[in-house]
């Protein structure tokens, strides 16, 4: 895998922020409504995770490259200590619901279920906490990260023939009257996403054919998908999928860059603390006004990254994952069943 050009990284993080925030601004239209959110409704809630992933599967393809020893202890410690944080306060979010209204607007989720989600093993063996919907795309991602390994070495033609399948499924219409097989293959979510983040996977190559078959393949699944219905969903993913491919062309000064990353970094706490925040904020605290709302959530969001993505971080959750890909156990499970090139990502 190679990719002679320069990567725009912080053109990437602002957009990457922009997503989120369309996502955020869905959940507020339906729970809060107001002109803020109004404005970002057309671009997509669901066209933003898809762009979410074309943009992590690129990602991960230049971390392998670049670094493919340690790849597994990166990708924990820059997704789990903000998800555990997310976790937390979905929790409180949830008792705090339901000990104090009488008719919550949902009911709390068991152990079973957050234990679940505390392994990232929703849309597996469970179902996303009710309290944090946008959970759901975590699990499936982590999976990708997962497995991203094994994709390096995989002949371009069998890369390929994945996106075909995955894109298949994701087009595939909803019949409540099919077979139960038929049903569990719409729900199997790894596979009906596996098309988005192989493709910016593959991207990363920079193969001049790749670039023209990818555009074609995600307007035409925007078309002919019942998963996009607003208008602006071919400029949420059409939009991301060109800066990609053009960012290295585009000049950023030093002081909106230093900008474009910190709103990156806030792109994922936004993302995962959003939809327990309007909950709390609009059904726990009766609060209506719509500046307040949108402060609580930056301000909640930057402080979980000081105390998750820094502090907790480094005293807790590094130690705990070195210790755990250090164990005899896990090298034995890994590294005597792969090739030495690709277990090499997975080893410290």
Known sequence: MHNSSPVNWSLLAGVRFFLAWIVMTAHIDFYAPGSIAAAFYMFGAKASVAAFLLISGFSIAASIESRPQGFILRRLLRIYPLYFGALLLTLF????????????????????????????????????LVYNGPFWSLSIEFFFYVLAPVFCFMKKKYLYTLIAISAIVYILPSKPEASIFYVMLLKFNALKYLWIWLLGFCLYKREPKLDFIGGVLCITLLVLSSNFTHPLNIVTLGGTYLILLFSHHITISGSIRSVLNYLGDLSYPLYLMHFPL?????????????????????????????????????????????????SSMWRKTVFSHVPQKIAISYRL
């Open 278 to 326: 309007i909950l709390l904020v609009v059904y726990g605290l009766n609060i209506q006004s719509e500046f307040l709302l949108y402060t609580i959530i930056f301000l909640t969001t930057a402080l979980s990254i000081r105390v998750f993505d820094v502090y907790l971080k480094n005293i807790l959750f590094r130690p705990l994952f070195t210790k755990l890909l250090n």
């Open 93 to 128: 979010v949830q008792s705090f619901i339901v000990s104090t209204t009488d008719n919550p607007i949902y009911p709390a989720d068991g152990w079973g279920k957050v234990i679940g989600n505390m392994l990232m093993t929703q849309m597996f063996f469970v179902k996303a």
